[in-house]
């Protein structure tokens, strides 16, 4: 379907992997992050198409109905989705897409017919998981809990991947990934 390949994250949510993303973009500007649309209410942070595009349901299940997404996934009671058209975006652009998206994500473009490069950073431990989840107070108590659990089952998929980076240092981590990257850009 597309020449180049796109490159997927996944990641339990609280991994520190938007930071991780961030960082990757600045050392390799060919990376263009895929920007995913959601039907999730928007963080105080969070701005409407640039973290992702904000969909209500009605929206998300009319896009799916035209099958104007690659792949998507409902992830703790929301949808969530990579459209084809932004990936044709990247692309057109001369760049490489990297996806943020979860297991399932992952799972349901293995079979596609494109070429993708998978990679999955895990925590140093649950601990510190939890850690950085509460940090970010973001979630409520029953949100977080949720997440741990769907931390647990997500980490067990991970010998599904392409490559397995640990974030524990930040930097180091994004230089793990930065490589990986580059060695499927030439
Ligand atoms: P969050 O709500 O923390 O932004 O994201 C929750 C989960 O949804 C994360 O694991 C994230 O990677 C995943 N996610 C974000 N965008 C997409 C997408 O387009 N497709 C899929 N399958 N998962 C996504």
Redesign the pocket.
Known sequence: MFERPIFVI?AP?GGGKNSLINILLQKEPRLQHSI?S?T?QRRANEIDGINYHFLTRPEFEKRIAENQFI???R?LDNY???EIAELDRIFKQGKYPIL???V??AQTLRGKELRMVSLFIVPPDMVELERRLRARGSETEAEIQSRLELARLEIMEKDNFDYVVVNDDLMKAAEELAQVVRTHMV
């Open positions: 996944s949510s995913s959601t999730r792949e998507y996934a992830v969530y989705g990579t943020d998206i979860d399932q994500g």
